[in-house]
């Protein structure tokens, strides 16, 4: 009986002293947190005013923008705001008048013309054109016989390049420039046949594209 006893005893005594330091050790490591704890402390007022500071340092040496670009304008002056750009505010250009022709700046938002320099001499300016590369528009008098003008838009001065030879019809009535190709093309009818084809801005050369049409 006596060594049954004392192995009891002895399984009681470890049990309490294992109990025991386990119990050491989680108030031990209670105590360290709420000393850790107790070091982070509320910010000063200076301490505060120290970091705002130093925020508003950092803050001014960042780089920030120094406001619109400025306008773009093309080489030569001439105006580059495009009249086919999807802005509203974009332009147009249109002639009106009989005998001599006004050039005129719209706006794509309103119906009123501002005139462009002096009015000139025209047959009947039949189909215009703007050239996207360059930024300048061509316009032909068909009645001079298709003579093939560049306009500065800016003072409505135009420039005579050539006469359009090798066009389908009586009546050249439409041009339009392909910036991808660089091509100009044009249209011409005779109101029972129409007729489309290049047209060379340099020589005023044109050449048909196709057969006529019935349209």
């Given amino acids: 009986m ?9 399984w009681y005594f470890c049990a309490r002293t294992v109990t025991l330091l386990l119990f050491l050790a989680a108030f031990n490591q209670l105590t360290f947190a709420q000393e850790k704890l107790g070091t ?4 000063s007022g200076k ?7 130093e925020l508003n340092k950092i803050a001014a040496s960042t780089v ?10 093309a080489p030569s002056g001439r105006d580059v705001n495009l009249p086919d750009a999807g802005s509203p505010v974009s332009r147009a250009w249109c002639y009106n008048g009989a005998g001599i022709f006004q050039l005129n700046r719209q706006s794509l938002i309103s ?11 025209f047959g009947f300016p039949g189909a215009a054109a703007w050239v996207t590369t360059t930024n300048l528009m061509y316009v032909v008098d068909q009645a001079a016989p298709f003579a093939l003008y560049r306009v500065d838009t800016l003072t409505g001065v135009r420039t005579f ?19 991808s190709s660089s091509t100009m093309y044009g249209a011409s009818t005779s109101v029972t046949s129409s007729a ?18 019935a349209v």
């Fill in 40 to 43: 982070f402390k509320k910010p």
């Fill in 111 to 121: 119906t009123a013309l501002t005139p462009i320099g002096a009015a000139v001499p």
């Fill in 64 to 73: 920030h923008s120094v406001g619109p670009a400025p306008e773009q304008t």
């Fill in 196 to 213: 489309i084809f290049t047209i060379n801005i340099t020589t005023g050369a044109c050449t048909q594209i196709g057969s006529n049409t």
């Fill in 47 to 53: 301490m505060l005013e120290e970091k705002n500071a």
């Fill in 2 to 10: 006596q060594p049954k006893f004392t192995q009891r005893n002895l």
């Fill in 161 to 179: 390049i050539a006469n359009c030879t090798g066009v389908p019809h009586a009546n050249l009535t439409g041009m339009t420039w392909d910036p």
